[in-house]
């Protein structure tokens, strides 16, 4: 067979190729700091200002599901995963590009809507929506958001710098973001059960929505944490390493040790997981743990600091240190509440291009 298929290789052999071939083109300018392989590109602007951009995806079917996600929502959501990246190097989001490729059954009031959404995103986290393009879609809708971030050059954080004995820290509370998933994925196959017999769609089914709305939140609303990198801003906290956990807690930390050159080793009891996610997992059947580990999409902010950060640290209660980077030979490890220590490499976070 001389072509391959995209899944035999999966999403980050993609990429690999592609960073392959984007690199000789990173020499035309010398003051593009950082290309591929970190949440975002870092180039230099001034002696005193760094800018970073990134840009990010939202496909029909793939992302979302516009019969369980409010479009306003959906537009709030493309905002704030790329905020997100901007989080995950320190720094400040600016200007946003949002490019839309739209279904020709869409109204104009559905993209008023969407970007109703965007609007009130950007002003929560005080950036510009600065421009994009549209063009018309013969499938789903697709949303692709740039955005470009400042950020002192002091203050830059890559993924790279985690160093043994470091802190892993974790901001907020994990799994919830999976547990939402699930409670709307459980919510859509009434739906159609009840079309499909013909039957009228009883909205008391959205009791169990009601019920825990923070997991739908979670899944529908995420926050990127600009509040931490301002915490840590004002604490005079420097990270080592940063990432945001859009893929889960377990290959996001698998990220940062394998370009710091690190192990590492966390505690399952010190893994913040919020009450309500645990009590979903159960009524599901399902564990919590794995949704924090690999569910993703959760936004929380993964870093690593220096022990002489560990005081200022736990006077924020929204922060968890959840273990220590190690050297590498130990490998990536987790010691469960019986006090096993497991690998925790063996467990991945979602590859789009795998299922
Ligand atoms: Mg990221």
């Not at 769609?201 to 009791?207: D, P, S, T």
């Not at 950060?309 to 987790?334: C, K, M, N, V, Y």
Request: net charge negative; hydrophobic share 40%.
């Amino acid at each position: 067979m001389p072509y391959k298929a995209i899944k035999e290789i999966g999403e980050f052999g993609l990429i690999g190729k592609i960073s392959e071939i984007a690199e000789p083109t990173l020499k035309a300018t010398p003051d593009l700091l950082y290309g591929i392989g970190d949440d975002c590109a870092v180039y230099k602007v001034s002696d005193t200002l760094f800018q970073v951009a990134t840009t990010d995806i939202l496909v029909d079917q793939i992302h979302f599901d516009l019969l369980t996600t409010p479009i306003k929502h959906l537009g709030n959501k493309a905002i704030s995963v790329n905020v997100s990246d901007i989080c995950a190097m320190n720094a400040l989001p600016r200007y946003a590009l949002i490019s839309l490729a739209i279904p020709p059954a869409f109204t104009v009031e559905m993209i008023e809507e969407l970007y109703r959404g965007m609007q009130h995103a950007a002003l929560q986290y005080g950036m510009a929506i600065a421009g994009g393009d549209t063009s018309s879609s013969r499938s789903g809708l697709i949303i692709s958001v740039a955005l470009v971030g400042d950020v002192p050059p002091e203050r830059v954080t890559l993924r790279k710098g985690a160093k043994p004995g470091d802190l892993v820290c974790v901001s907020g509370a994990l799994g919830g973001a999976a547990a939402g998933l699930r409670l709307l994925m459980r919510e859509k196959e009434i739906m159609l059960e009840h079309i499909e017999n013909n039957e009228p769609y009883n909205r008391n089914v959205m009791a169990d929505l009601q019920e825990y709305p923070e997991a739908i939140q979670r899944q529908l609303l995420p926050l990127a944490r600009l509040d931490t990198v301002r915490f840590l801003d004002i604490n005079g906290i420097i990270p080592s390493s940063m990432i945001d956990i859009s893929d889960g807690l377990s290959p996001d930390l698998r990220h940062i040790c394998s370009q710091s050159g690190t192990g590492a080793l966390i505690h399952e009891n010190r893994i913040p997981i919020h009450a309500e996610t645990r009590t979903i997992a159960d009524e599901m059947q399902q564990d919590a743990l794995t949704w924090a580990l690999t569910g993703g999409e959760d936004y929380e902010l993964l870093f690593t600091v220096s022990k002489n950060f560990s005081g200022l640290i736990d006077d924020s209660r929204d922060i968890s240190i959840i273990g220590e980077i190690t050297e590498p030979e130990a490998g990536i490890r987790i010691t469960d509440i019986y006090g096993m220590t497991i690998d925790l490499t063996s467990i991945s976070g979602f590859d789009h291009f795998q299922t």
